[in-house]
């Protein structure tokens, strides 16, 4: 498994400091961001998922604790939008350029809204996806909110 990976280039390109970290994926897991959490053998709320969403029918990425469900109400009003819905995973792997279970923020083919949960920002160092099945980047959540150019805001249910 490369630690080389759009994802991590564009963190390069950006500045931001971070590690990569393996972990052996279970594309068989109910929910990725836990199994990343319990592979990697640290808390759940350290690790980030990231779901790609249709805002009023657009593309928008929300970075949330892997153990919180995301109230898509709250998500709508940071976003600006009337509604969001989940992206098909199809859709979503055409949009971003990643396979789902490997989705990043990072480096996705364009640049699209995202939004962070701002309860993310109280830990020193948070792991993300780092743009493939097994891979993720162990970094500050403040340098990561800045590299995406997102906006924090409590959007978990």
Sequence with gaps: MSKTTRATQA?????????????EYDGNADKVGMQA?????VPPGT???NLMVLADGKPACVVAPSDCEVSMKKLAAALGAKSVRMMKPTD?????????????PFGQKRAVPTVMEEAALSHPRVFINGGGRGVQVHLS?????????AKAAAVVA
């Design 141 to 149: 959540p403040a340098d990561a909110l800045k590299a995406l150019g």
């Design 47 to 49: 690790v980030l998922k």
């Design 37 to 41: 959490a319990e592979a990697l053998g």
């Design 92 to 104: 979503a792997e055409r949009a971003t350029g990643y396979v789902v279970g490997g989705i990043s």
């Design 11 to 23: 963190l390069d390109t950006a500045g931001v400091a971070y590690e990569v970290r393996l972990y």
